[in-house]
């Protein structure tokens, strides 16, 4: 029984891992974007638009970090469960990015 709930906390932390990293790619992805203005085209009437928003790339950017240290410091204090959840997320974040600019853009 201690094997089976053993296996069961590594596959959920291999998940949520995963989950997060594909969260954490669209977050983080709109949120630069929003920060720096990159949405339209340096001239026209939608960037001077866009100058207001910023400040929410900014938010976005502040709230994922919190959210983030919230789950690492969430996570057992065991290095395998860190690195495994980490690694998964790194996987995630993989998935997500070959999903937006490979497979969509064929």
Known sequence: MKRFCSGIKKISVIFLG???????????FYSILFLGNFMEEPGSYEYAEGESMRIYGLIGCIIYFIVFAGILFYIPKRKRCLFMFLLSMILGV?????????????
Do not use: E, P, R
């Not at 993989?94 to 064929?106: C, D, H, N, P, R």
């Open 18 to 28: 995963f989950l997060w990293g594909a969260i954490s790619f669209f977050w983080l």
């Open 94 to 106: 993989m998935v997500s990015g070959a999903y937006i600019f490979v497979f969509k853009s064929l």
